[in-house]
């Protein structure tokens, strides 16, 4: 039995730089208790953990190899990384100019649909907003990400290999669509990296094309799909994608894990998961109000993060205070008062950590244990917002920063070290980075002048009616005088 574990004031962090040969087999029957290891050492060989000592007294010569790294990280806290279930990387180019947006608006400017009708990005587009995306969660402590990648506009984007000119098509059918995802599979695209051919759709109810979801079934056993993803957004809204329609067209026992579903029955029952967005929903307003009910078979996403926050630390902080603040308001809305906290800090770092491993069918995700990926974010202890912790997961969960993050190892690699970014490729991913978000923000911000928002007696796609919020201010002013304002562009 492995214990998830959080090591924490390590006194040393070895990291060999040999290339022995270093068993890949996943462990089975992990708890997923913490586990807190003061003052203790982890050996990394290659993309793995290889050992971890607990105690006060350092590994012995005999059981560390001779050629290895050392790194003192006394008084430092040592985490596993962070797993994102649930990611719009191609979106990171429309930084900033999303940050009013409802719902309906995301709808009518910036989503997948829209992108692909008024302003489809090209292939070299597609891969450096995706790729600065993943250096800026990187940065975060991310080690992990599900990408629901909906950036399917053509055969050139929607494989996303590294820069090529391919301008991209219209009227991208899902058959067009299914041919490519054989295409990539069969060639084998990502062999010999880290990243796994997962499948996304988003008609699975409330009235699916059966046959659509027969492909899709075959797609996932011929290609061996690591997952499943969809969106689920109920309500008026009316994106189901619910548990319910999995059932009724008899997919669960077919499935790897599913990410994000609601219903918790049947979520427990198929063992398949949910990806809270915390965030986004409160964003969009979509606010998924029962999640907290089913979290022993969830995790934490960032969803649309061109909009808001791309770090799970403040996904995840949010959820927690405001899992707590629901809770709460159930016991005071019956004129009593509250005792005991509904939510702890544990709870909340296993969602953003250990969960997240889990969702993926993947055990050696989000844990410091042997025969775990070498997936480690290592905290200044020092620092002004976090010095003088006890607790270290509190001090993680609730006082720390992306400024914070001291170092990253990816694959038991640096990939961040001394708070900067070490690897090769990301100073030339971000010249061209800034280069590809000023042509697609003023061409959003050109189109965009003609898609407004709807009209009076227009009705959203699931045929509810459309309505306005209450608008608050911040400062007095006259009714005439608007203040809200729009973006500064």
Known sequence: MHTNRLGVVLSRLLVSVTRASVSSTLFSGASNSLEVIRNGSVLVTDDRITSVYAGTSPPSPV????????????????????????????????????????????????????????????????????????????????????????????????????????????????????????????????????????IVYGSFGPNPNTSIVSTILDLIRESNASVLTTHSVQGPFGITNSPEDFSALGLFDSLPPTTPLPHAQLLRQHNHTISITPESEMHYGHTNPTSHLIQDFASIGVDTHFTFSTDILTQTRLWLQSVRRLLY?????????????????????????????????????????????????????????????????????????????????????????????????????????????????????????GIGLPQEGERFQSGFEFGNTSVVDVVPHDEADDRYGGLFL
């Open 63 to 198: 059981s560390v190899p001779s050629d290895v790294e050392e790194v003192d990280v006394t008084n430092k806290i040592v985490t596993p990384g962070f797993v994102d279930t649930h990611h719009h990387g191609w979106q990171t180019a429309y930084k900033t100019i999303g940050s009013n947006a409802s719902l309906v608006d995301y709808f009518n400017r910036f989503g997948e649909f829209l992108t692909a009708q008024f302003y489809p990005f090209d292939r070299d587009e597609v891969y450096y907003s995706q790729v600065a995306g993943l250096y800026e969660a990187l940065n975060a402590g991310v080690t992990t990400t599900l990408d629901h990648a909906h950036h399917t506009f053509s055969n050139s984007t929607s494989g996303s290999k590294p820069p090529s000119t391919a301008a991209p098509a219209s009227n991208y059918t899902i058959q067009e669509q299914f041919v490519n995802h054989r295409a990539i599979a069969s060639n084998a695209l990502y062999s010999g990296t880290p990243t796994t051919l997962g």
């Open 329 to 449: 308001s159930q016991v005071l809305d019956r004129w009593e008062v509250p005792v005991n906290s509904p939510m702890s800090a544990n709870q909340a770092f296993l969602l953003a950590t250990r969960n997240g491993g889990l969702s993926l069918r993947r055990e050696d995700l989000g844990v410091i244990a042997p025969g775990a990926k070498a997936d480690l974010v290592i905290w200044d202890g020092a620092s002004p917002d976090m010095l003088g912790w006890r607790d270290p997961v509190a001090a993680v969960i609730l006082h720390a920063n992306v400024g914070d993050v001291e170092g990253v190892l990816v694959d038991g690699k640096w990939k961040k070290r001394d708070r900067k970014i070490v690897d090769d490729k990301y100073g030339e991913v971000r010249e061209r980075f800034l280069e590809v978000a000023r042509w697609i923000q003023e061409r959003v911000i050109a189109k965009g002048e």
